[in-house]
């Protein structure tokens, strides 16, 4: 592939809107190695600033139920099938949870997600994640998200009625590299969440981890299965391999293989937030700096759910030197 065709495509999103990259057109892209991958990110940070002109946002999670989960996703420390050495508690109490939101509001973050382990909550929990929206809702400028597990459209709409508004759920890998990862359900339950939380108004959040041993086929199949959803939040997670799970010894992806990863997103949701979340550290190591100029216009901040995030005054002091570059 040529530069010149990189440049090509790139113009094709910029001057039509109704343009849209083919998986084709993904292939060859993810094709690209060398100094044309420089080329492909340059090209991604210029998509970005054409269609995503307002400031960074950042995202901030609590694990507000953790571990004993009954699901085995090859990749999580909170598998109760895995021998992670990892806290488990049952639902935080409301307060803990708004004294969070509220720590995560004073340094300025934008969203807040209560994110729970298991496969879904049952009403009476999702009753106190309503009551705790509410709150956070009244005593922060923060927008309230939630991660809950497999939803149902009444639950759904119980939530929206609270002040979530957005709704995360990942579908974590390509249909055709699932099993793989996870069997204890099957792929189209996440296909009915994300419809159900969808049709009841809320902002539907999903994207992957990548790094599990898909191909970069299957990496273009999901981007394209979020598109076909009409996902306008994707959230990007690269494999932080943790010891007790299956994938514990699989190896970090290259900076910029992961680098490639979020220009490949970009050229393919011109319109999406992209957001930098769990295993940058690891993965990208020293061009988190990168992370913007590839693509990304949102990144999380703080820790995780199972593992220990950058320092948070490290990623604002990133944010004002990306700032400082965008003002005229």
Partial sequence: MTKTTVFTIADQILTDKKFSVSPKEAKTLAGLKGKNILDL????HRITAAFKKDDIFTCSILNAKSGNCSEDCAFCAQSSHHN?????????????????????????????????????LTDREIDRICETAFEIKSQTQLKVCCSLGMLNLNQARRLKQSGVTTYHHNLETAQSFFSKICTTHAYPEDIDTIQAAASAGLRVCCGGILGLGESWAQRIELAFTLKKLNIQSIPINFLNPIAGTPLQDRPL???????????????????????????????????QSWLFLSGANGLMIGNYLTTQGRDISMDLDLMDAWRSLRKP
């Fill in 84 to 120: 992670a050495q990892i806290a488990v508690y049952p639902l935080l109490s409301r307060a803990k949870m708004v004294k969070r939101a509220k720590e995560m509001d004073r340094v300025h973050a934008t969203h807040f997600s209560m994110v729970t382990s298991g496969y879904r």
């Fill in 253 to 287: 992806m290259p900076p910029l293989e992961a680098l490639k990863c979020i220009a490949l997103f970009r050229f393919i949701h011109p319109s999406a937030d992209i957001t930098i979340c769990g295993g940058r550290e690891p993965a990208l190591r020293d061009f």
């Fill in 41 to 44: 990110i340059f090209c991604a």
